[in-house]
């Protein structure tokens, strides 16, 4: 069990393989990979379908599909000396009343 881990740091400084090279080697590494994944990325656009035209593009229905509504605020209304409501104290949040139990 290594209770510390200064010798392993004192001896990748010491050696030129894990000190320079190491990293060097990983870095160009990852450089080729990144670069080996230009082409394929190319070649995978290529197999999909072109985007459509402006003549196939989706039309706009005749008549509105979002309606926006004003609630109506009910219930009592927030308490004005910094206290706050509990969750028990809300009332349900709806523009009607709802049915009482």
Same mark, same amino acid.
């Given at each position: 069990?290594?209770? !510390?881990?200064?010798?392993?740091?004192?001896?990748?400084?010491?050696? *030129?393989?894990?000190?320079?090279?190491?990293?060097?080697?990983?870095?160009?590494?990852?450089?080729?990979?990144?670069?080996?994944?230009?082409?394929?990325?190319?070649?995978?656009?290529?197999?999909?379908? *072109?985007?459509?035209?402006?003549?196939?593009?989706?039309?706009?229905?005749?008549?509105?599909?979002?309606?926006?509504?004003?609630?109506?605020?009910?219930?009592?209304?927030?308490?004005?000396?910094? !206290?706050?409501?509990?969750?028990?104290?809300?009332?349900?949040?709806? !523009?009607?009343?709802? !049915?009482?139990?």
């Amino acid at each position: 069990m290594l209770t !510390s881990i200064e010798p392993l740091v004192q001896h990748a400084a010491g050696n *030129p393989v894990l000190g320079g090279v190491g990293p060097l080697v990983a870095g160009i590494v990852i450089v080729a990979v990144l670069i080996g994944v230009i082409p394929w990325a190319v070649r995978r656009r290529k197999t999909q379908p *072109p985007p459509p035209r402006p003549e196939e593009q989706p039309v706009a229905p005749a008549h509105p599909t979002h309606l926006e509504q004003t609630r109506e605020p009910g219930g009592a209304p927030f308490p004005e000396d910094g !206290s706050r409501l509990t969750p028990h104290e809300l009332k349900p949040h709806s !523009s009607r009343p709802g !049915s009482e139990r």
